[in-house]
Nanobody
Framework: VQLQASGGGLVQAGSSLRLSCATS????????IGWFRQAPGKEREFVAH????????TYADSVKGRFTISRDNAKNTVTLQMDSLKIEDSAIYYC?????????????????WGQGTLVTVSS
């Protein structure tokens, strides 16, 4: 199983970025995917989640209304559209596969963490 996040970069506050998560090696269509992020010196935190079958989405309060998670089952990819970016959104972003049911915001629910992609938002 492999998940690879891409699309990060350096942008100004208020702008947008689109992150992609390419997956392989498992039944993507029925699997749930989460996005997490980790800023320097901080703990890894939940950002967004999309379920496998119905595509139900859940967001952290800090990104609700600004970020949109979606999936393309034909391409085995998940996208995180990030709008109205803030300096505090700067972090390494990871897409991960939900492997257990300890709560969608719990790190313990996820497996196959990849390298992540760096997002830097400047003023």
């Amino acid at each position: 199983v492999q998940l690879q996040a891409s699309g990060g970069g350096l942008v100004q506050a208020g702008s947008s970025l689109r992150l992609s998560c390419a997956t392989s090696g498992y039944m993507f269509q029925s699997g749930s995917i989460g996005w997490f992020r980790q800023a320097p010196g901080k703990e890894r935190e939940f950002v967004a989640h999309i379920s496998g079958i119905r595509g139900t989405t859940t967001y952290a309060d800090s990104v609700k209304g600004r970020f949109t998670i979606s999936r393309d089952n034909a391409k085995n990819t998940v996208t995180l559209q990030m709008d109205s970016l803030k300096i505090e959104d700067s972090a390494i972003y990871y897409c991960v596969r939900q492997a257990h049911n300890y709560g969608i915001q719990s790190l313990d629910s996820y497996a196959d963490w990849g390298q992540g992609t760096l997002v830097t938002v400047s003023s």
